[in-house]
T-cell receptor, first 110, second 110 residues
């Protein structure tokens, strides 16, 4: 059973606009959430994270929002750039184990 | 710079053969993980280790084994390769809240 879900397999956004990627989870024991970015033929790279004690974390153009009551997190990218085109994985952890979503492929159109 | 490497990057083998994929990290991380990435499934955990001589089964461990004889290496062995094991395999290491991924090994089983 998939504990972390990304229901949108793909997303297209115009350059300069906001990209919003969504993720839902089922396990209330998760206490740390992460977003990874993956380019073709490369391994995933860490992008941004948030602890369950926070509801927002910002790093430059990237902001992650956490809604614990809804078991939902989202990644906002503003403004979107063509170099942001990649697959984005959301992940949740409890202790030392990580659970990944199926990924959302983001295309930023110049 | 510390890093995590995987070899080979590409491998073609035949059904029934034994295959070993190498993973080597120089961060001195205790925790190491093997995932497979398949379309529609995201990253699924195969095996993981929290230290030397420690190994644990993940979500999709059938047909795979690992051993941890030192901190730096966690080789993944497919005892008798099957076509269903055609996939991209990623190794990762972590200290806790963040995982660092290798570049991946694309394995094709004919």
């Amino acid at each position: 059973d998939q504990q972390v879900k990304q229901n949108s397999p793909s997303l297209s956004v115009q350059e300069g606009r906001i990209s919003i990627l969504n993720c839902d989870y089922t396990n209330s024991m998760f206490d740390y959430f992460l977003w990874y970015k993956k380019y073709p033929a490369e391994g995933p790279t860490f992008l941004i994270s948030i602890s369950s004690i926070k509801d927002k974390n910002e790093d430059g153009r990237f902001t992650v929002f956490l809604n614990k009551s809804a078991k939902h997190l989202s990644l906002h990218i503003v403004p979107s750039q063509p170099g942001d085109s990649a697959v984005y994985f959301c992940a949740a952890s409890s202790g030392n184990q990580f659970y990944f979503g199926t990924g959302t492929s983001l295309t930023v159109i110049p | 710079d510390a890093e995590i490497t995987q070899s080979p990057r590409h491998k073609i083998t035949e059904t029934g053969r034994q295959v070993t994929l190498a993973c080597h990290q120089t961060w001195n991380h205790n925790n190491m993980f093997w995932y497979r990435q398949d379309l529609g499934h995201g990253l699924r955990l195969i095996h993981y280790s929290y230290g030397v001589h420690d190994t644990n089964k993940g979500e999709v461990s059938d047909g795979y084994s690992v051993s941890r004889s030192n901190t730096e290496d966690l080789p993944l062995t497919l005892e008798s390769a099957a076509s269903s094991q055609t996939s991209v395999y990623f190794c990762a290491s972590s200290t806790g809240n963040e995982q660092f991924f290798g570049p991946g090994t694309r394995l094709t089983v004919l």
